[in-house]
């Protein structure tokens, strides 16, 4: 059990470490479709919780990806597609509040 801070209970404490999934697509740049050499790639890079999909020339990768926070999640899932060899274009994100 972690020790207390000064004028902090336990219960913040706690939620601070607490983890959640965050749901995003990266755009990728220079990648037209996927391939199983791409979804390889991705697989040993980390991306165990992702999907790759392609239309009309347009590479995303869809996130379902488990974090501390927003940033860190798309972070991460950047660092991933890095390792893989690839580059990111743009992320789209939605917040829940906004998915239909």
Do not use: G, N
């Given at each position: 059990?972690?020790?207390?801070?000064p004028g902090q209970s336990t219960n913040?404490?706690?939620e601070k470490n607490k983890m959640a999934n965050y749901s995003f697509e990266v755009v990728l740049?220079?990648?037209t479709e996927v391939t199983v050499e791409m979804a390889d790639k991705l697989f040993e890079a980390g991306g165990d919780d992702c999907l790759a999909s392609s239309r009309d020339g347009i590479v995303t990768i869809a996130f379902d990806r488990e974090a501390g926070s927003t940033e860190e999640a798309?972070?991460?899932a950047?660092?991933?597609i890095h390792h893989a060899g690839?580059?990111?274009?743009?992320v789209i994100?939605?917040?829940a509040s906004f998915q239909v």
């Open positions: 059990m972690p020790s207390e801070l913040v404490l706690m740049i220079d990648a798309i972070r991460s950047l660092q991933t690839y580059a990111a274009k743009s994100f939605e917040p």
